[in-house]
């Protein structure tokens, strides 16, 4: 019933700027952890930034600073800013969710990272930097 379509992927020059969208269906921000993933050539998923049902952000360390997590509410769109880009932020991006323990994107008391802990996922959009 939830479904997650990415958009906005693109090829841009190294410095760049590039904003996903990740269009939601059968999603309630305000009860889910909404999550950008991303998984370059040879390498495995890795988690890039979280957002939970109370708003609260996290980001990876490689992207704090540059990327940025948005939501609309009414839309039912979560957004993932991308400025700075450089040719190591090459990869699929792809949009998670999850709803577990009030989407709080909690587990074990720490925030959750690994792609196993959200049951949702889209099927990507490619971005592609340049040096």
């Known amino acids: 019933q939830v479904q997650l379509v990415e958009s906005g992927g693109g090829s841009v020059q190294a410095g760049g700027s590039l904003r996903l969208s990740c269009t939601t269906s059968g999603v309630t921000f305000n009860v889910y952890c909404m999550g950008w993933f991303r998984q370059g050539p040879g390498k495995e998923r890795e988690w890039v930034a979280l957002m939970n049902s109370l708003g609260a952000t996290l980001y990876e360390d490689s992207v704090k600073g540059r990327f940025n997590v948005s939501q609309d509410n009414t839309e039912k769109v979560f957004y993932l800013q991308m400025n700075s880009l450089k040719p190591e932020d090459t990869a699929m991006y792809y949009c998670?969710?999850?709803?577990?323990?009030?989407?709080?994107?909690?587990?074990?008391?720490?925030?959750?990272?690994?792609?196993?802990?959200?049951?949702?996922w889209g099927r990507g959009t490619q971005v592609t930097v340049s040096s």
């Open positions: 998670a969710a999850d709803d577990y323990a009030g989407g709080y994107c909690y587990k074990g008391g720490h925030w959750k990272k690994g792609a196993d802990d959200f049951g949702a």
